[in-house]
T-cell receptor, first 115, second 112 residues
């Protein structure tokens, strides 16, 4: 398995509080991604990073921010959590075009509940 | 807007039969398309990639086709087994900048 971990694995929080999810990799892959997965919507890209301090928005970025100060860590912050952000969050890593298949390797997921 | 469609209804088949899953897309011109498998409570796992200049790709019991005119990929599992039961997702690299968009997935149930 690719060396990718997410923390916390489960979190319950209240509406209006800030929440930070952490993704850590030991593969030295250039690209890192944050997705959310909800029933009926599949995986939706929130933000992604193509290098240290280089990030870009995905299709559902409102209400989320990210930071990548080191190759191995990619943080996702919910600035003021809302119930609509209750979801399972997946982090993924990729070597990009350096890999023949450009495949993504996914972390185990974080289940977030906003009450 | 970009859109990737997979059959949201579960596909139920008998063991030993061939399962065929569909991925349709609009407003893209992807250089390649990927297929992933996801088991309950786990992250997706990469299975296959097919490039725009490839009509078909095989890996063991898996076969993927890619029709850029129809904007469609078909994913086949031959001689299906109960262990193949999972959700299968297709993914496209939007604008070929390593920015991926996934379909909602199709759940496959293989009955013994």
């Amino acid at each position: 398995d690719a060396g990718i971990t997410q923390s916390p694995r489960h979190k319950v929080t209240e509406t209006g509080t800030p929440v930070t999810l952490r993704c850590h990799q030991t593969e030295n892959h250039r690209y890192m991604y944050w997705y959310r997965q909800d029933p009926g919507h599949g995986l939706r890209l929130i933000h992604y990073s193509y290098g240290v301090k280089d990030t870009d928005k995905g299709e559902v970025s409102d209400g989320y921010s990210v930071s990548r100060s080191k190759t191995e860590d990619f943080l996702l912050t919910l600035e003021s959590a809302t119930s609509s952000q209750t979801s399972v969050y997946f982090c993924a890593i990729s070597e990009g075009q350096a890999s023949s298949y450009n495949e993504q390797f996914f972390g185990p997921g974080t289940r977030l509940t906003v009450l | 807007s970009q859109k990737i469609e997979q059959n949201s209804e579960a596909l139920n088949i008998q063991e030993g039969k061939t399962a065929t899953l569909t991925c349709n897309y609009t407003n893209y011109s992807p250089a390649y398309l990927q297929w992933y498998r996801q088991d309950p409570g786990r992250g997706p796992v990469f299975l296959l990639l097919i490039r725009e200049n490839e009509k078909e790709k095989r890996k063991e019991r898996l076969k993927v086709t890619f029709d850029t005119t129809l904007k469609q990929s078909l994913f086949h599992i031959t001689a299906s087994q109960p262990a193949d039961s999972a959700t299968y997702l297709c993914a496209l690299d939007m604008d070929n900048f390593n920015k991926f968009y996934f379909g909602s997935g199709t759940k496959l149930n293989v009955k013994p």
